[in-house]
């Protein structure tokens, strides 16, 4: 089962900032947080992925709070092409032979 | 970046056949996994595939239904067999940069069984 918990939907105004939460209260000392999203009839992209302290690159921040049982997505300057289903997923990486256990997701309505 | 290909992108099959899905990537990589996408529905793992070893399978998959070649470095096959409307979805193979540890998918196959 995913180790995650999301908000079902959300919307956006497209300009604006998008943040995006989620739970992962049971996560353990050695599993990473990791976004993907999926836009519609496409594979799933990766976005970001963390330890334990922020991260972030030319698509998204990862804030991860200092207890590490919650983290949020921040697209910054959202458009219309944002408009995806995004996972929040928790993971050990090669610890646990690199699986990735989706759960529902969040799926993000960027709007005029 | 992984660039992944999958043949076919799409296929309606008739109840009882199987179908054979290839995924190609431009790379070597020892990790590549099989999910499956059920209308409507998030991702499930149905095995990961490394090479020189038997697939792993998930719980509730099993290889006589979902046999997995993986031949190569390269190269993985999933077969779907004897299959019925339940099995029409998205399917998709993914594999992980042993560096960065970031998974890239293939454009999925998309299954009709009728």
């Known amino acids: 089962d995913a180790k995650t918990t999301q908000p079902p939907s959300m919307d956006c105004a497209e300009g604006r900032a998008a943040n995006l939460p989620c739970n992962h209260s049971t996560i353990s000392g050695n599993e990473y947080v990791y976004w993907y999203r999926q836009i519609h009839s496409q594979g799933p992209q990766y976005i970001i992925h963390?330890?334990?302290n922020n991260e972030t690159n030319e698509m998204a921040s990862l804030i991860i709070t200092e207890d590490r049982k919650s983290s949020t997505l921040i697209l910054p300057h959202a458009t219309l092409r944002d408009t995806a289903v995004y996972y929040c997923?928790?993971?050990?990486?090669?610890?646990?032979?690199?699986?990735?256990?989706f759960g529902q997701g969040t799926e993000l309505s960027v709007k005029p | 970046s992984a660039v992944i290909s999958q043949k076919p992108s799409r296929d309606i099959c008739q109840r009882g056949t199987s179908l054979t899905i290839q995924c190609q990537v431009d790379s070597q990589v020892t990790m590549m996994f099989w999910y499956r996408q059920q209308p409507g529905q998030s991702l499930t793992l149905i095995a990961t595939a490394n090479q020189g070893s038997e697939a792993t399978y998930e719980s509730g998959f099993v290889i006589d239904k979902f046999p997995i070649s993986r031949p190569n470095l390269t190269f993985s096959t999933l077969t779907v067999s004897n299959m019925s409307p339940e099995d029409s979805s998205i399917y998709l193979c993914?594999?992980?940069?042993?560096?960065?540890?970031?998974?890239?998918f293939g454009p999925g196959t998309r299954l009709t069984v009728t």
């Open positions: 963390g330890l334990k």
């Open positions: 993914s594999v992980e940069d042993a560096l960065s540890y970031e998974q890239y």
């Open positions: 997923i928790v993971s050990a990486g090669d610890n646990q032979g690199g699986k990735l256990i």
